[in-house]
């Protein structure tokens, strides 16, 4: 198993450009998660998924829009990146059973800047 | 919205040293886990521990729900064990949403 993916590892954006950033799970996980990550900081919630077709917005949503057309992947997109977005984002899926979520795994993460 | 708080914000050991950090929270949770990130950024996995205590190899773990804290454990550190450690809680109403901590960084000495 390869567990959760993330593509590309690292990026350098335009102010202004655009880019969608790929998650796939291969654990059948039901939830995923866009988190990202500033300097200094522990990780914020931008958008999750409870399920295939269904998104919803987390922490900071603002400037960001997901897709789950398939169970198994999860979209970031920036429409127009800001240098506020540089960061470091995180996805990551959980089982859940009974309407609960356990565990999270996370993928390695991938380091955007945005000039 | 919840708090999470970890103790203390920097820690700087020698090789061999055994340590605690601790993470406090502000109101009831499902879930509880502790992540390593290592000096890379990868997220490591160590404990999923909404309550009781595991543990793995040097490292263990105890979550006291009714007292909202937890407790990691390292014992014998190695300069591996070097990193960020992060606890992040789950409400039971927040539909898998982590909020985290913001982290203890960990320093080994040889």
């Known amino acids: ?115 | 919205g919840i708090q999470v708080e970890q103790s203390p914000p920097d820690l700087i050991l020698q090789e061999g040293a055994n340590s605690t950090l601790r993470c406090n929270f502000s109101d009831s949770v499902n879930n509880l886990q502790w992540f390593h990130q290592n000096p890379w950024g990868q997220l490591i996995n160590l404990f999923y521990i909404p309550s009781g205590t595991k543990q793995n190899g040097r490292l263990s773990a105890t979550t006291v729900a009714t007292e909202r804290y937890s407790l990691l454990y390292i014992s014998s550190s190695q300069t591996t064990d070097s990193g960020v450690y992060f606890c992040a809680v789950l409400r039971s109403t927040s539909y898998g949403k982590l909020t985290f901590g913001q982290g203890t960084i960990l320093t080994v000495h040889p």
């Not at chain 1, 993916?5 to 998650?23: A, D, E, I």
């Not at chain 1, 522990?42 to 922490?59: C, D, F, N, Q």
């Not at chain 1, 789950?68 to 089982?95: D, H, I, M």
């Open chain 1, 1 to 115: 198993n390869a567990g959760v993916t993330q593509t590309p590892k690292f990026r350098v954006l335009k102010t202004g450009q655009s880019m969608t950033l790929l998650c796939a799970q291969d654990m059948n996980h039901e939830y995923m998660y866009w988190y990202r990550q500033d300097p200094g900081m522990g990780l914020r919630l931008i958008h999750y998924s409870v399920g295939e077709g269904t998104t919803a917005k987390g922490e900071v949503p603002d400037g960001y829009n997901v897709s789950r057309l398939k169970k198994q992947n999860f979209l970031l997109g920036l429409e127009s990146a800001a240098p506020s977005q540089t960061s470091v984002y995180f996805c990551a899926s959980s089982y859940e059973r009974g309407g609960h979520s356990y565990e999270q795994y996370f993928g390695p993460g991938t380091r955007l800047t945005v000039t």
